[in-house]
C-alpha cells in the first residue's frame, strides 16, 4: 500500500504528471519519470541530514512542483509531511512547530525570512536549489496503512488549530472520492486552486488526479477571478475544484462565458450558494457539485456525478461510507471511512458538530456548525441561508451571519458584510440588505444587525472566523 511505490514509480515514465505555471507566467511540464527521480533525489538529500521514518518535516512551498517533490520525499522515507500555508505569519509558525516538533523544514525560498523568524534551529532545505536533487536516489518505504503519513492543522475556526494526523491508507482512501465526487479520468487536466497548507490541496492538488491516471495543474499565482478563466480555457483544463468564495468572486468580478474543455466542477470547504451554482451553469456550461469534508475525516458526502445537481446541496454520502442525521447533526461511523485520521475514536460515531437536514432523496444541506446556529424567539436560524440571501444582492461579495444578543429574543441575526467596489456603507444600504434577505427567504432570519466591514476575519485556509465576530459586540473596521 504504497503511493510512491504503486502510483508515481509504477506509472509510464513518459506520461505528463504535472502542468505548472510561475507566478510571474513561466509554463512547464513533469512526467512522472521526472517526478520519481526528482522526489527520490530529494529524499536522498533528506536521508543524509538524518531525517528519517516517523519524522516530521513542515513544508513552506506555493503551489509549484517542488511542493509535489517534497511530500513525495517524505512518503518515500516515512517521514511525515506537514504542508503549511505561505499566509502564515511567524507566530502561526511556531505555534504549529510547539505542537508536532519538526525534524526538518523545507521552504520556498522565498520563504526563508519567515522561517528564519520562527527561530527554528532545525534543518532548513531551500527550494529550488539544485544541489538537493543531485543526491543518490532513496528507496520507497513499504509503509502500513496505518502509519502516519501526513500532519494537517485545523482551520481554527472556533478556536487553536490542532494537528490531525493521518494514516497512509488516506492516500489510497481518496480513491473514492477521486472517482465519485472530484470526478477525474485518465488523460483530464485536474486543477485543485487550494493553497498548499488547506486539508483540500493535500488530497486533491495532485493526489486524486494521480489515482484516476490523470494530471494535476499546478499555478502559483494570486487569485485573480479574469486570469483563473483565461488560465482555464487556455490549458484545456477538464476538471476544476474551487472553494466556493472562489466560484462567488469570479461569478461576481468577471464576465463568465462558456469553457467547452470544462467537463466537471466541484466545491468544498464551506457551503456553496445555490445562486452561484446556476451563474455557472448557465454561463460557462458546467454545475458545480458542492461536497462536504472535515479535516479529521478526509471528503464524506458529494454530490453525485450523473444526477442533476440540487443546488445548495451538499450531496450524499460517498459510495460505502455510513452517515447518517442525530437530532440534526451529521454522524458517521469511523470504520466506514478509510480516511479517518489515525488518533481518531473507531469504536464509537463520530460527531462532526455541523448541523445538517436530510430530504427524502437522501441529499444533505447545510445549516451551520452547532455552535453557530441561531436561535432567535425560538427560530433555529442557520447562518448560511442569511448569508447566500445576502450575497445574492448585487452591492455584496462577501457576508457573515453570527448571532447577537437581544434582550427580547435572546438572539438575533447580525451580519458582517463586505461590499463591492462601488457601492458605498450606510443606514440606507443597511435596510434595503434587510429588506433583500426579507424577500430571498424567510422574513425571520433577517440580520437586524448590520456591520460593514472591509473583510472578513478568516483563517489561513480561507474560513470566516466566526468565533471571532461572535466576540466582538461591534465590529471593528
Same mark, same amino acid.
Given at each position: ?38 522526489? *527520490?533525489?530529494? %529524499?536522498?538529500?533528506? *536521508? ?58 523545507? %521552504? ?31 528507496? !520507497? ?13 485545523? !482551520? ?21 472520492? *477521486? ?19 488547506? !486539508? ?156 445538517? !437536514? ?40 462577501? *457576508? ?78
Amino acid at each position: 500500500m504504497s503511493f510512491v511505490a504503486d502510483v508515481v514509480d509504477g506509472a509510464d515514465p513518459g506520461r505528463t504528471a504535472l502542468v505548472w505555471i510561475a507566478r510571474e507566467g513561466e509554463r512547464g511540464e513533469v512526467t512522472f519519470g521526472q517526478l520519481a527521480d526528482r522526489s *527520490a533525489r530529494l %529524499a536522498g538529500t533528506l *536521508a543524509a541530514r538524518g531525517v528519517g521514518r516517523g519524522d516530521v518535516v513542515m513544508t513552506v512551498l506555493g503551489n509549484r512542483p517542488e511542493w509535489a517533490y517534497a511530500m513525495l520525499a517524505c512518503w518515500r522515507l516515512g517521514a511525515v509531511p506537514q504542508p503549511c500555508a505561505e499566509q502564515l505569519r511567524p507566530g502561526d509558525l511556531r505555534a504549529r512547530m510547539d505542537q508536532v516538533s519538526p525534524r526538518a523544514v523545507v %521552504a520556498d525560498e522565498r520563504d526563508l525570512d519567515l522561517v528564519t523568524a520562527t527561530g527554528f534551529d532545525g534543518l532548513v532545505l531551500a527550494l529550488p536549489d539544485p544541489a538537493v536533487f543531485q543526491a543518490e536516489p532513496a528507496a !520507497s518505504v513499504d509503509p502500513e496503512p496505518s502509519d502516519p503519513a501526513l500532519i494537517v492543522f485545523t !482551520s481554527g475556526t472556533a478556536g487553536r488549530p490542532k494537528p490531525v494526523r493521518h494514516g497512509h491508507r488516506y492516500l489510497y482512501g481518496q480513491r473514492v472520492q *477521486a472517482e465519485h465526487w472530484y470526478g477525474a479520468r485518465p488523460g483530464d487536466l485536474c486543477w485543485c486552486t487550494a493553497a498548499s497548507g488547506w !486539508s483540500l490541496s493535500a488530497r486533491n492538488a495532485f493526489v486524486a488526479a494521480w489515482l484516476r491516471g490523470a494530471t494535476a495543474l499546478l499555478h502559483d499565482g494570486r487569485f485573480d477571478a479574469e486570469q483563473r478563466l483565461e488560465l482555464l480555457e487556455r490549458e484545456r483544463v477538464a476538471v476544476l475544484c474551487m472553494s466556493p468564495t472562489e466560484y462567488r468572486a469570479i461569478a461576481k468580478r468577471a464576465e463568465l462565458r462558456p469553457l467547452p474543455a470544462l467537463r466537471h466542477a466541484c466545491a468544498a470547504g464551506e457551503p456553496l450558494n445555490p445562486e452561484v451554482v446556476r451563474a455557472w451553469q448557465e454561463e460557462v456550461g458546467v454545475a458545480i457539485h458542492d461536497g462536504y469534508g472535515q479535516t479529521e475525516t478526509g471528503h464524506l458526502t458529494g454530490m453525485p456525478i450523473g444526477p442533476p445537481v440540487r443546488p445548495g446541496s451538499m450531496g450524499r454520502p460517498l459510495p460505502g461510507f455510513r452517515a447518517w442525521v442525530d437530532e440534526g447533526e451529521l454522524v458517521i461511523d469511523p470504520a466506514s471511512v478509510p480516511t479517518f485520521f489515525i488518533d481518531g475514536p473507531r469504536d464509537r460515531p463520530w460527531r462532526t458538530g455541523d448541523r445538517v !437536514s436530510e430530504d427524502d432523496d437522501g441529499y444533505l444541506w447545510f445549516e451551520g456548525r452547532a455552535d453557530d446556529l441561531i436561535i432567535s424567539a425560538g427560530y433555529r436560524i442557520g447562518p448560511f441561508e442569511v448569508e447566500s440571501a445576502l450575497v445574492s444582492h448585487a452591492a455584496v461579495a462577501e *457576508a457573515a451571519a453570527v448571532a447577537a444578543a437581544d434582550e427580547v429574543r435572546g438572539q438575533v441575526v447580525r451580519a458582517v458584510v463586505v461590499l463591492r467596489d462601488g457601492y458605498a456603507p450606510g443606514p440606507e444600504l443597511a435596510r434595503e440588505l434587510q429588506e433583500h434577505v426579507k424577500a430571498t427567504t424567510a422574513p425571520y432570519k433577517y440580520p437586524r444587525v448590520v456591520d460593514f466591514a472591509d473583510a472578513l476575519p478568516k483563517t489561513a485556509s480561507g474560513k470566516i472566523k466566526r468565533a471571532d465576530l461572535r466576540s466582538r459586540p461591534t465590529y471593528e473596521q
